[in-house]
C-alpha cells in the first residue's frame, strides 16, 4: 500500500491562533509528521480573545494542560458569563450564563413557567432562575457537580486570560513536543502549476520551506487562503456595522480584591464596551462603527469609562464582518481570522480558531486530499459561523433604543431568513427551534430573546395541562440557588486555592 501520510506540516502565523494549531498537531501528531510555526518578531498580533466559552476547557483537556498551570500562567479568571448592559432598552440589564435556566424537573421548558408567573404579577427578573446568576451576582465561584439532582449541575464556566500569555504558554508546550518555530517573515508563496497546490512559502532573507498541509493563521492579512488561493471574502458588515475597535487595558479599582467572575458589554452611543477582569488587570476595549464616532473619539470615551488607571496606550483594531466562502481549499486550512472575523460580542474568537483545529483533526487528510472530506469540513464549518452570526445580530436586531444612529439602524435593519424565522417562532410561541451547527443552546437565546425584551404572546398550551404552581416552583428553586451561592467561596478564594 502506497504511504500518502502528510510528512510536513506548516502553521504560517504565531499568537494565539497559530500557536493553538500548532500545540494540538504537535500533540497528536507524534510520529514521523514534522510540524513547524513561522512567524516573525516585527509583525504584531491582533490579541483579542481574553473571554472565552466553556469548550476552551476540553481544548485544554485534550493536551492534558493542568487548569492550575494553565491559570498561573495566563493570569485567569473565571467566567460564569456575560452581563449586558443597556442592551434592549437603554437601562436594562441581563445575563447570559453558561448552562442552564433552572434545572429539568418538567417536560415543559422553565421560561414557560416564568412567562405564567409573570403574567400572574411576578416581577422577579429571568436571570434569577439560574445558578451562574446566583454565584455571578455575588461574586462566587464553584465546580458544577455531576449529580443532576443538585443545582450545582446546572451551570458551566469559562476564563478569562491574558492572549499574549496564552500564546506564549502554548509556544512552551508545543515546542516540548518538537514544533520547530521559525523566525521570518514571509515574502512569496510558491504554487503548483497544474493543480494550485501551495508547495513552499518563501522567507524575505530567501529561505524556502515546503510542506505537505499549510495552516494559515496569518489573520486579517489571510496570506495563504486568501492571498495565494484568492479565496472570496463574504461581507456582513450590512448586518454587524461595526468595523473598529479600541482596546485600553486598566488597573483594578483601588481596594478591590474579588474580580468579577464574568464579562459585561456595556452598549454605548455609537456601539458597545467590553470588560474582562483579569487576575493582574482589567481588559477594555469599544468595538464601534466608524460612520457615527470617529478614533479619537472613541479612545476618549473609553478611557473615561475606566475602572481604573490606564495601564497601555489605545490600541486601535480595524476589521470588516464576514468570512470566507470556504476555510479549506486544497491543501490550505484557515484557522482564526484568516478565515473570517465575527466581533466579540459573545466571546467565540478563541472558539472558532479551537473549531477549526478539531474539525481539522477529526477529518485528517492524506497527501490525497479527498474532496470530499474537504467539503465536509467546510460544510460544519460554515454552517457554525453561519449561526453565530445570527446570534450575533439577533442582539442588535433587537435593540429597543432610539437614542443613537445605530441602534436605530440595526432595529429597522432585514436580517438572514434563519435568524427572522427564530425572533418570530420565539415571539408568537415561546419556542426555540434548534438548527443544524448550533453552538449556542436554548439556555442562550432565550437569555437574550428575554433580556432585550422579545416577550412571546403565548406560551406552551401544554402548560396547562401540567397542574404545578410556577410561582411556588420558581421561588424554591431561587432559594435553593442563593442557598449554593452562599455557601461558595469568593472568586478571588477559589482562584488562590486553585494556584497555591
Same mark, same amino acid.
Given at each position: 500500500?502506497?504511504?500518502?501520510? !502528510?510528512?510536513?506540516?506548516?502553521?504560517?502565523?504565531?499568537?494565539?491562533?497559530?500557536?493553538?494549531?500548532? @500545540?494540538?498537531?504537535?500533540?497528536?501528531?507524534?510520529?514521523?509528521?514534522?510540524?513547524?510555526?513561522?512567524?516573525?518578531?516585527?509583525?504584531? !498580533?491582533?490579541?483579542?480573545?481574553?473571554?472565552?466559552?466553556?469548550?476552551?476547557?476540553?481544548?485544554?483537556?485534550?493536551?492534558?494542560?493542568?487548569?492550575?498551570?494553565?491559570v498561573r500562567a495566563t493570569q485567569a479568571t473565571f467566567k460564569l458569563g456575560i452581563e449586558f448592559v443597556g442592551w434592549g432598552a437603554k437601562d436594562s440589564r441581563y445575563f447570559h450564563p453558561f448552562g442552564s435556566h433552572g434545572r429539568n424537573f418538567d417536560m415543559v421548558s422553565l421560561h414557560h413557567y416564568w412567562l405564567r408567573a409573570r403574567a400572574m404579577g411576578d416581577t422577579t427578573p429571568f436571570d434569577e432562575h439560574c445558578m451562574a446568576w446566583a454565584l455571578a451576582q455575588k461574586g462566587r465561584m464553584a465546580r458544577p457537580v455531576g449529580d443532576p439532582r443538585s443545582v450545582l449541575s446546572t451551570f458551566e464556566y469559562a476564563y478569562h486570560f491574558?492572549?499574549?500569555?496564552?500564546? @506564549?504558554?502554548?509556544?512552551?508546550?508545543?515546542?516540548?513536543?518538537?514544533?520547530?518555530?521559525?523566525?521570518?517573515?514571509?515574502?512569496?508563496?510558491?504554487?503548483?502549476?497544474?493543480?494550485?497546490?501551495?508547495?513552499?512559502?518563501?522567507?524575505?532573507?530567501?529561505?524556502?520551506?515546503?510542506?505537505?498541509?499549510?495552516?494559515?493563521?496569518?489573520?486579517?492579512?489571510?496570506?495563504?487562503?486568501?492571498?495565494?488561493?484568492?479565496? #472570496?471574502?463574504?461581507?456582513?458588515?450590512?448586518?454587524? #456595522?461595526?468595523?473598529?475597535?479600541?482596546?485600553?487595558?486598566?488597573?483594578?479599582?483601588?481596594?478591590?480584591?474579588?474580580?468579577?467572575?464574568?464579562?459585561?458589554?456595556?452598549?454605548?452611543?455609537?456601539?458597545?464596551?467590553?470588560?474582562?477582569?483579569?487576575?493582574?488587570?482589567?481588559?477594555?476595549?469599544?468595538?464601534?462603527?466608524?460612520?457615527?464616532?470617529?478614533?479619537?473619539?472613541?479612545?476618549?470615551?473609553?478611557?473615561?469609562?475606566?475602572?481604573?488607571?490606564?495601564?497601555?496606550?489605545?490600541?486601535?483594531?480595524?476589521?470588516?464582518?464576514?468570512?470566507?466562502?470556504?476555510?479549506?481549499?486544497?491543501?490550505?486550512?484557515?484557522?482564526?481570522?484568516?478565515?473570517?472575523?465575527?466581533?466579540?460580542?459573545?466571546?467565540?474568537?478563541?472558539?472558532?480558531?479551537?473549531?477549526?483545529?478539531?474539525?481539522?483533526?477529526g477529518l485528517f487528510p492524506d497527501r490525497g486530499f479527498d474532496p470530499q472530506v474537504i467539503d465536509e469540513f467546510n460544510t460544519i464549518a460554515l454552517g457554525e459561523t453561519d449561526r453565530i452570526r445570527d446570534f450575533i445580530i439577533l442582539h442588535y436586531k433587537l435593540m429597543q433604543r432610539e437614542d443613537a444612529e445605530l441602534w436605530r439602524y440595526v432595529a429597522a435593519m432585514e436580517v438572514p431568513d434563519t435568524l427572522a424565522a427564530a425572533i418570530a417562532m420565539f415571539r408568537n410561541h415561546a419556542r426555540h427551534i434548534p438548527r443544524q451547527f448550533d453552538l449556542f443552546a436554548i439556555d442562550s437565546w432565550l437569555a437574550v430573546h428575554l433580556g432585550q425584551g422579545n416577550i412571546p404572546l403565548d406560551v406552551d398550551p401544554v402548560l396547562d395541562y401540567r397542574g404545578i404552581d410556577a410561582r411556588q416552583w420558581l421561588r424554591q428553586l431561587r432559594d435553593a440557588f442563593a442557598l449554593e451561592a452562599d455557601r461558595s467561596p469568593d472568586h478571588a478564594r477559589f482562584i488562590a486555592d486553585l494556584v497555591k
Open positions: 500500500m502506497q504511504d500518502r501520510r !502528510i510528512r510536513k506540516v506548516l502553521v504560517v502565523g504565531g499568537g494565539s491562533a497559530g500557536w493553538m494549531a500548532a @500545540a494540538m498537531l504537535g500533540h497528536i501528531l507524534r510520529r514521523d509528521c514534522s510540524v513547524s510555526l513561522v512567524e516573525s518578531d516585527d509583525i504584531g !498580533i491582533v490579541g483579542v480573545g481574553e473571554a472565552t466559552i466553556p469548550p476552551i476547557k476540553t481544548f485544554n483537556q485534550t493536551l492534558g494542560i493542568s487548569e492550575a498551570d494553565f491574558d492572549a499574549a500569555g496564552y500564546a @506564549a504558554f502554548l509556544r512552551q508546550f508545543a515546542e516540548s513536543k518538537g514544533v520547530a518555530r521559525i523566525e521570518g517573515v514571509i515574502d512569496g508563496v510558491e504554487q503548483h502549476g497544474e493543480t494550485g497546490f501551495v508547495e513552499a512559502v518563501r522567507l524575505n532573507d530567501g529561505r524556502r520551506i515546503e510542506a505537505d498541509l499549510f495552516i494559515d493563521c496569518s489573520g486579517f492579512r489571510s496570506l495563504l487562503l486568501g492571498g495565494a488561493m484568492g479565496e #472570496p471574502f463574504e461581507d456582513w458588515s450590512h448586518w454587524l #456595522p461595526c468595523d473598529r475597535a479600541v482596546a485600553m487595558p486598566c488597573a483594578h479599582p483601588e481596594g478591590a480584591t474579588n474580580p468579577t467572575p464574568y464579562t459585561r458589554s456595556t452598549a454605548q452611543e455609537a456601539g458597545w464596551q467590553w470588560r474582562i477582569p483579569l487576575q493582574h488587570r482589567i481588559g477594555n476595549g469599544y468595538v464601534y462603527c466608524s460612520q457615527f464616532i470617529d478614533d479619537d473619539a472613541a479612545a476618549h470615551a473609553l478611557r473615561g469609562r475606566l475602572d481604573g488607571k490606564p495601564l497601555a496606550d489605545p490600541r486601535f483594531i480595524r476589521f470588516t464582518a464576514g468570512r470566507r466562502r470556504r476555510h479549506w481549499v486544497k491543501n490550505v486550512v484557515a484557522v482564526g481570522l484568516s478565515g473570517g472575523f465575527l466581533e466579540p460580542l459573545e466571546s467565540t474568537s478563541i472558539h472558532l480558531i479551537q473549531a477549526n483545529i478539531s474539525k481539522l483533526m
